[in-house]
């Protein structure tokens, strides 16, 4: 999550920079930053979601301690296993929006700036 607020950032500082009149190649750069975006959001559902899913998954084996009945047991194994199939995905789309963000950003960068990140000696 931190990477990809900080890539948010960035761009945003790009855009807010007097020095930038125009972003060439604008569909990588907002690109990027929906990927960003995307990353991001995913991350703050998983940080609400998977605490839960850790809260009901000690009161299933609690309940099992208790000797409670086995609807209610079964009721909660099945809330937790929604909730882990959900967290499990959302870190998916986390990783991999990221790294989309990533590469689309990257390639903004070698085709805006690809002059200047010449290595022959000129």
Not at 24 to 36: I, K
Not at 38 to 58: E, M, N
Not at 94 to 101: G, M, R
Request: with cysteine; proline share 1%; aromatic share 10%.
């Amino acid at each position: 999550m931190t990477y990809a607020a900080a890539l948010l950032a960035l761009q945003s500082s790009i855009l807010l920079a007097k020095e930038i009149t125009r972003v060439d190649w604008s569909w990588f750069f907002v690109a990027a930053g929906g990927g960003a975006l995307l990353s991001l959001t995913a991350g703050c559902v998983i940080v609400v979601v998977r605490p839960r899913d850790a809260r009901l998954t000690a009161r299933t084996a609690r309940f099992r301690v208790e000797q409670k009945s086995q609807c209610e047991i079964d009721a909660l194994r099945h809330s937790t296993e929604k909730l882990g199939k959900l967290t499990n995905r959302l870190i998916s789309v986390q990783v991999s929006a990221f790294a989309f963000a990533v590469v689309a950003f990257l390639i903004w960068v070698i085709l805006s700036f690809g002059t200047k990140l010449s290595l022959a000696a000129g």
